[in-house]
């Protein structure tokens, strides 16, 4: 990388960003290359990986495919990572290392979604446990690889340490490769953020597309009415439809405008004034307001209850527990049936690790239909 494009970036980074200077060594040394950043390079490697491409065939919350325009796993990353470099240009972070960790944030999700990965976890209680975000970091380490020199992506620490550190209401970090006890760098804060954002307004969204939930549900909620608000202010003539399309956007737009507001006030206080001493706060730095954080609060405990816990979801994800379960079984009682590239890990990975791995990899259509082969039809 040039030393003007350096000199750009001192100047227009806040001093809690990461700059490139910051992003840490890579598990294998290589040459930088001359007109791409480092973070640049790691997003390009996620991109092009194949565990990114089969997030296309990964639940969300609503089965993909059954409807088109549901989210997948991949509409979803996509989401947070325009959401997410959006923040960290108003917030004067680092958009590579940002985005790279948006597109790679939910790589270790299993098919099935959290009903994937609870069955996972069960199968994997005395065997090392199963936790998605230590998955992305084993995918991105060891799992993916392109490479002849080494396994994995050879990914920069600072991409890897924001994965480590990924944490929202649904999400448990794992850092035992990072030091205990810290925040995740600017940037990956920025991240966690983006993923709530985007997936509150997509999974409202969406529960309104197959009628789990109504208006007049939504109308009680102070988010939504915020949002609606907006909307009508703007096009009090549009029709009803039009509003709960562009409020449903407007969700996102809420929320980012008091984020960056909220962080940015943060982020001129003393004592948060450099990048190491955001990672020694005893709290995220990039927040929402208290208000603000009462009404998604709000809204994720009626997602919760009328969408996430809704009946045909609840049926879903137990047919999915034991679809995973069986295939487990079948695999650790049977492990000739794994592909040769899996078996050949087992002496050195163990045999339930590799199963796992290989379930976890796999695509909602792709486990069902190894289900039905292996297990016999459900």
Request: hydrophobic residues 40%.
């Amino acid at each position: 990388m040039n030393d003007a494009f350096l000199q750009h970036q001192r100047s227009w980074l806040c001093p809690q960003a990461t700059g490139e200077w910051d992003s840490g060594p890579r598990p294998h040394a290589e040459q930088e290359h001359p007109y791409r950043t480092c973070f640049q390079r790691d997003r390009d490697r996620v991109i092009h990986c194949s565990a990114f491409r089969r997030l296309d065939y990964k639940t969300q919350v609503f089965v993909p495919h059954e409807q088109d325009h549901f989210r997948t796993r991949l509409t979803h990353t996509l989401e947070v990572a325009q959401v997410a470099r959006t923040l960290a240009r108003a917030l004067r972070a680092n958009e590579d290392l940002t985005e790279a960790v948006a597109l790679a944030h939910d790589l270790g999700h299993p098919p099935f979604g959290h009903a994937g990965e609870s069955a996972l976890a069960e199968q994997m209680a005395e065997h090392g446990h199963f936790e998605h975000n230590r998955q992305s970091l084993r995918i991105v380490d060891y799992l993916e690889h392109p490479y002849p020199a080494f396994r994995g992506l050879n990914l920069t620490a600072a991409v890897r340490e924001c994965l480590a550190r990924h944490s929202t209401r649904y999400d448990t970090p794992v850092c035992e490769d990072f030091a205990p006890g810290l925040q995740a760098p600017l940037e990956g804060q920025i991240v966690d953020a983006a993923d709530e954002i985007a997936y509150t307004s997509a999974d409202v969204d969406d529960a309104l597309a197959v009628r789990w939930i109504s208006l007049e549900d939504l109308s009680q909620l102070t988010l939504w009415k915020l949002a609606w608000q907006r909307v009508a202010a703007s096009d009090a003539a549009a029709r009803e439809i039009h509003k709960q399309i562009r409020a449903t956007k407007t969700i996102v737009a809420v929320l980012a405008d008091d984020l960056i507001a909220q962080t940015a006030a943060n982020l001129a206080l003393p004592a948060l004034a450099t990048r190491d001493a955001v990672q020694h706060a005893p709290a995220k730095c990039v927040c929402f307001s208290p208000a603000i954080a009462a009404a998604l609060e709000e809204l994720g405990s009626f997602l919760l209850t009328r969408v996430y816990q809704h009946p045909a979801s609840l049926q879903k994800s137990q047919d999915a527990r034991r679809c995973i379960g069986d295939l487990f079984a079948h695999f650790v009682e049977h492990p000739e049936t794994l592909p040769g590239r899996y078996l050949t890990r087992v002496e050195n990975d163990g045999l339930h690790r590799v199963v796992c791995d290989y379930i976890a990899g796999m695509t909602d259509r792709f486990c069902l239909a190894e289900h039905d082969r292996l297990c016999g039809q459900r």
